[in-house]
């Protein structure tokens, strides 16, 4: 009489365990139980491998969608800020069991990330683009800085991330944006600034918000490219220190971008003593210096070796006695992991900060 086998048979613990992992599948993604032990059976219940393999099937269905409908029908104006989420989208930002932000006891602390995602380089595109929504699964930032985003991008994350309202600063070619925390930050209104000479398309996006009952006016730009631009560059750089330093004294204010600054050039401008550089004032910590490095990111293939300071975060406190400063407490580098398509989800790193009111 042959012999029966356990092996293959859960236990007990097993079969709780893997209920949990389906309901918080199911509550990331916004399917039912039934789609959750699918993706989570063929992928031997490792819930990151599980939703990395939902994300991409969705995300590549999604960027069809989006290039069928811009092929086929003339382009449209597209609203700089959408108030309501478009119908039957899935929210894969949402609050759930397993979206918490690394420091979530407090919950007064103000959350950002700022990442160029280089959307202009249209290879494993819906893989990257996924990633990113992973980090926002993971850190649920309350504010998010993009830059180089291109229509088909915003409009995954239009129908991927409802619970943030999106603000865009263009419409054609590449472009930059923001992300608030619909539950967390209230919008006010939103601007854009020109840059006059500028001969790459770039501007300033200017949002005014309400975070905690604190006035907040939020920045994010992708200032002029290459060496041989430094001239146009620190003008631009001049025209966001002016807007900061203007500022009503009871408002702080919070820059975020690609700056594709050198210090030098940072030195020449200089800063108003109401701004800080968010990364000199937590100790100019060496982890997160470089945000564009070609020895540890091989996104773009270059014959050099380039580590640069690109990407900062820039913050001016309100100043208006019995108003709450506030202060940087955290930086760190994210999108260091390889996604599984070999490649990074940007050739930058992106940056996420933390800030307490005091």
């Known amino acids: 009489m042959a012999s029966t086998s356990n092996s293959d048979t859960p236990s007990v613990s097993d079969v709780e365990k893997r209920s949990g992992l389906c309901e918080e599948f199911a509550g990331i993604t916004g399917t039912d139980s039934a789609v959750a032990q699918c993706y989570l059976a063929e992928n031997d219940w490792k819930m990151e491998r599980a939703l990395n393999s939902f994300f991409e099937a969705d995300m590549e269905r999604v960027f069809e969608e989006d290039f069928e409908e811009s092929d086929s029908s003339?382009?449209?104006?597209?609203?700089?800020?959408?108030?309501?989420?478009?119908?039957?989208?899935?929210?894969?930002?949402?609050?759930?069991?397993?979206?918490?932000?690394?420091?979530?006891?407090?919950?007064?602390?103000?959350?950002?990330?700022?990442?160029?995602?280089?959307?202009?380089?249209?290879?494993?595109?819906?893989?990257?683009?996924?990633?990113?929504?992973?980090?926002?699964?993971?850190?649920?930032?309350?504010?998010?800085?993009?830059?180089?985003?291109?229509?088909?991008?915003?409009?995954?994350?239009?129908?991927?991330?409802?619970?943030?309202?999106?603000?865009?600063?263009?419409?054609?070619?590449?472009?930059?944006?923001?992300?608030?925390?619909?539950?967390?930050?209230?919008?006010?209104?939103?601007?854009?600034?020109?840059?006059?000479?500028?001969?790459?398309?770039?501007?300033?996006?200017?949002?005014?918000?309400?975070?905690?009952?604190?006035?907040?006016?939020?920045?994010?730009?992708?200032?002029?490219?290459?060496?041989?631009?430094?001239?146009?560059?620190?003008?631009?750089?001049?025209?966001?220190?002016?807007?900061?330093?203007?500022?009503?004294?009871?408002?702080?204010?919070?820059?975020?971008?690609?700056?594709?600054?050198?210090?030098?050039?940072v030195a020449k401008v200089g800063l108003p003593s109401s701004v800080c550089d968010v990364w000199e004032r937590l100790g100019k910590q060496e982890h997160c210096r470089y945000t564009w490095d070609t020895k540890a990111n091989n996104n773009k293939t270059v014959p050099f070796v380039s580590r640069c300071r690109f990407d900062r975060i820039y913050l001016r406190p309100a100043s208006k006695e019995g108003v709450p400063r506030l202060a940087p407490d955290h930086m760190a580098l994210i999108g260091l992991e390889k996604l599984d398509c070999g490649r990074y989800t940007s050739d930058h790193w992106g940056i996420y900060c933390s800030f307490t009111a005091g």
């Open 74 to 265: 003339p382009q449209k104006k597209r609203q700089k800020v959408e108030k309501d989420p478009p119908k039957e989208c899935i929210d894969l930002t949402g609050d759930s069991p397993a979206a918490r932000r690394p420091s979530d006891e407090d919950d007064g602390k103000l959350s950002l990330i700022s990442w160029n995602v280089d959307g202009l380089d249209t290879d494993n595109l819906a893989e990257r683009a996924r990633g990113l929504c992973s980090y926002l699964v993971l850190y649920t930032p309350d504010v998010v800085f993009l830059q180089e985003l291109i229509p088909p991008y915003v409009q995954y994350l239009r129908k991927r991330a409802v619970s943030y309202l999106i603000i865009e600063g263009g419409e054609d070619a590449y472009f930059t944006g923001m992300m608030l925390k619909k539950s967390r930050v209230k919008f006010l209104e939103s601007e854009i600034v020109t840059y006059p000479t500028t001969q790459m398309m770039r501007n300033l996006l200017v949002a005014q918000v309400t975070f905690k009952g604190q006035r907040l006016c939020l920045m994010t730009s992708h200032l002029e490219s290459c060496k041989g631009h430094a001239q146009e560059r620190m003008k631009q750089l001049q025209t966001v220190m002016q807007r900061m330093k203007d500022a009503h004294d009871e408002v702080t204010v919070l820059f975020g971008g690609d700056t594709n600054l050198r210090d030098t050039e």
